[in-house]
């Protein structure tokens, strides 16, 4: 995230715009997980976190009011990079 000029945990708590921009984004990516689920099973089980990337979207999208920022800031550090490396491979 140091790209955007955010490098710890709290700077991300306190941009707003950010915090709401990153989790659209990573309901835009849960949709599109669900709709290779619809349309591409055998794709959809080729990778490793789906169901909990569309358990995401869900959550993002029906418990707004909940969300936890440690959890989303522990997706952006953990989870997204490796994604990012998966699909890449599955591209190839």
């Not at 349309?39 to 009011?65: C, M, P, Q, T, W």
Request: proline share 1%; net charge positive.
């Amino acid at each position: 995230m140091a790209a955007n000029g955010i490098n710890s945990f709290s700077q991300y708590t306190k941009n707003k715009l950010l915090k709401r921009g990153v989790e659209r984004n990573l309901a835009i990516i849960g949709e599109a997980m669900n709709k290779i689920k619809q349309s591409d099973s055998e794709l959809f089980g080729k990778i490793l976190h789906a169901r909990s990337i569309v358990a995401l979207r869900n959550h993002l999208v029906h418990a707004y009011d909940n969300v936890s920022d440690e959890n989303i800031w522990s997706i952006l550090i953990n989870h997204l990079p490796k994604l990012r490396i998966e699909v890449a491979t599955l591209l190839k």
